[in-house]
Every structure is written in structure tokens, then in C-alpha cells.
């Protein structure tokens, strides 16, 4: 993805991988951030509580409120103290984008990588690399569902494996359209369980609520032979009937063999449909 950027922000603390260890964790250093970063935190928290109080699937309306981080950037520290009984996971905060195998590692033993940094104010909607208004806010809640918190690990374990059969590409966008980008019915309705939507105003406006979008039921083989979108709203989505589908369905997968299969096909284009596919919308819902 993106390579690491000096910072512009006072406390120092944006893209700052000089002082990481091996496994490129680093403290939170809180106190760091400013009067002027929780009161963008505050902002940004408003704003996404009020659209994912419509849009969002009820285990992140059911997180977020036990999160308890309304009002200032939350310390990883109190989140663990909810997190850890919970579903085993804990947070680990880093400096930014952290490379695949050192990520699959933490993922494989129930640790989420946290970025550290607040986006500035020319960035409040979108940016393309993860910041801790992306990371805590959008992944955090999910990771108190017992669904994804299985999947997670799950995806983590499967990384190592990927990467050794030169299929990192196809799991990686098994991420991207689930914990990313990732859809569920609830009651009949197209609700966001993805963090890429979750921390995005546009996005989880767009993503419900386009008439002129493609939404296909969830099914992880079409997944790995999608391409995706890093730099505009997705054109694909794909919709779960219930969370514990996603990590059902993972783990009764040989993916060995598939990889073998598609690893040098090019993906199938974002937007596009295949013969025979039908796209949900979300009827009765407006923007
Ligand atoms: N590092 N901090 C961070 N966050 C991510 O989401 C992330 C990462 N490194 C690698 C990565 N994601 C993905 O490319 C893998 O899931 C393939
Ligand atoms: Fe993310």
C-alpha cells in the first residue's frame, strides 16, 4: 500500500517507525495527542454513531456502546479491559500500515493492530491508509462479536499459508470485501458490518442505500477472484445472511487447491457481473 509519510501534526506521532520493535508494535504514547485530535475524535465519533445508528449491523451498535470512546481518542489500554474477557482479542497499537506476515502473526494470535494516528481535517472522510479513527472505531466494535472474532484469527492463521503458495492477493481480498467492505441482512434489511464503510460518511450512505451498485450474496470463492477498489467507493459488495456464515464457510474450505487453480488468472473486474448473478438493493431505503 501506501509507503509511510513524515509527519505534519505536532505530536510526532504519524508514520513514526523508527522506534517499533520486531513486531512493529509500539506504545500508544496517549498523552501525545492534542486538545485539538480529541476534539476531531469527538467529531468524527458524532458523526458515525448517528449514520451506523441507521445503517450499521446491531453487533457494532451493541460494541460501540460498550466501548464507552464518545468522547476523546480511547486509550488501548481500557478497551483491552472490555475486550480481553470478552472474545480473547487485544489491541496492540502501530505506527501505520505494518507488513502482511507481521500483521497475519498478530491477527493468528487475537491481536489487532491499532494505528496510533489521527487523520488531519482535510482528511475527514476518506484516506486511504488506516488511522486509529479507522482502526478503533470501524474494527474495534466487530471485534466483540464472537463471529468475526473467530474469522479474524482464522484469516490471520490462513495468511502464512496464502503467502507461501503465492495466493497473498486472493486472500487478501477476502479481508477487503468481509472486514473491510462487508455487508449483512438483518431483518431484510442491508445492514454495514465492514470498518472501510463503517468510518466513512459517504461510504456507509453509498453502500446501503445506491441503486446503481452491485450487491451479490456472500460467497468467499467469487471473493478471491475479485479485484477491488483502494481510491473511490466500491463497485462490488458482497451480503452476508448472518455473521457466523462468514466463519463457517472459512473454515470449511480447502483453499489449496483453489489458489492452485486461479493464483495466475487475472480478477474478475469490480462492477462486474457473471451470467446468472443477481444483486440485491435495499428496497424502501433512501439516500
Ligand atoms: N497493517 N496496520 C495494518 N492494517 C491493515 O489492515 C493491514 C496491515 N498490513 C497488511 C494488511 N493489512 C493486508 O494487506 C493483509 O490483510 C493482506
Ligand atoms: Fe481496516
Not at 74 to 95: I, K
Request: glycine residues 8%; charged residues 25%; aromatic residues 12%.
Amino acid at each position: 500500500m501506501k509507503t509511510p509519510q513524515t509527519t505534519t501534526s505536532k505530536s510526532g506521532l504519524r508514520g513514526e517507525y523508527g522506534k517499533v520493535g520486531a513486531d512493529y508494535t509500539a506504545a500508544q504514547e496517549w498523552d501525545a495527542y492534542t486538545p485539538a485530535m480529541h476534539d476531531r475524535w469527538r467529531r468524527l465519533y458524532h458523526a458515525q454513531a448517528e449514520l451506523t445508528r441507521r445503517h450499521g449491523c446491531r453487533a457494532f451498535g451493541e460494541g460501540l456502546a460498550r466501548l464507552d470512546c464518545a468522547q476523546a481518542i480511547p486509550r488501548f489500554s481500557d478497551a483491552n479491559r472490555v475486550l480481553e474477557p470478552a472474545t480473547g482479542w487485544r489491541l496492540v497499537a502501530v505506527p501505520g500500515f505494518i507488513p502482511d506476515a507481521v500483521f497475519f502473526e498478530h491477527l493468528a494470535h487475537r491481536r489487532f493492530p491499532v494505528t496510533r494516528w489521527l487523520r488531519e481535517e482535510h482528511e475527514l472522510d476518506y484516506l486511504v491508509e488506516p488511522d486509529v479513527f479507522h482502526d478503533f472505531f470501524g474494527h474495534v466494535p466487530m471485534l466483540l462479536d464472537p463471529a468475526i472474532a473467530d474469522f479474524l484469527q482464522a484469516y490471520g492463521t490462513a495468511g502464512a499459508r496464502a503467502m507461501e503458495l503465492g495466493a497473498l492477493d486472493m486472500l487478501a481480498r477476502l479481508y477487503w470485501y468481509t472486514i473491510e467492505f462487508g455487508l449483512v441482512r438483518e431483518d431484510g434489511e442491508l445492514k454495514v458490518f465492514g470498518a472501510g464503510i463503517l468510518s466513512s460518511a459517504g461510504e456507509t450512505r453509498f453502500s446501503v442505500t445506491a441503486p446503481d451498485v452491485l450487491r451479490l450474496p456472500f460467497d468467499p470463492l467469487r471473493i478471491m477472484r475479485t479485484g477491488y477498489r483502494i481510491d473511490a467507493f466500491q463497485e462490488t459488495y458482497f451480503v452476508l445472511e448472518s455473521l457466523p456464515e462468514l466463519v463457517e464457510r472459512l473454515v470449511a474450505l480447502d483453499l489449496t487447491p483453489f489458489y492452485a487453480r486461479w493464483r495466475h488468472t487475472p480478477p474478475i473486474a469490480p462492477g462486474a457481473c457473471l451470467p446468472g448473478e443477481t444483486t440485491f438493493t435495499n428496497l424502501g431505503e433512501t439516500a
